[in-house]
């Protein structure tokens, strides 16, 4: 998981990559999933009660560039 600065003041945006697959968002907002078997394809993660924590956790414990 890597978390990188956003263009909007205070917005981290995160990427994670495995195999055959790609998760991004924009930690305070939005989700997708990229799926190499599916190339132009983006598969937007439903926005529930959960996801602002998820997006959170994984923010916190991601890798952030110098």
Not at 19 to 46: C, H, I, Q, Y
């Amino acid at each position: 998981m890597r978390s990188a600065a956003g263009a909007e003041a205070g917005v981290r945006l995160l990427r994670a990559d495995g195999p055959g697959w790609s998760f991004v968002a924009k930690a305070d907002d939005m989700a997708f999933v990229l799926l190499d078997e599916v190339p132009r394809e983006v598969l937007p993660v439903a926005r529930g009660e959960r996801l602002p924590a998820l997006l959170k956790g994984l923010d916190a414990m991601a890798v952030r560039p110098a």
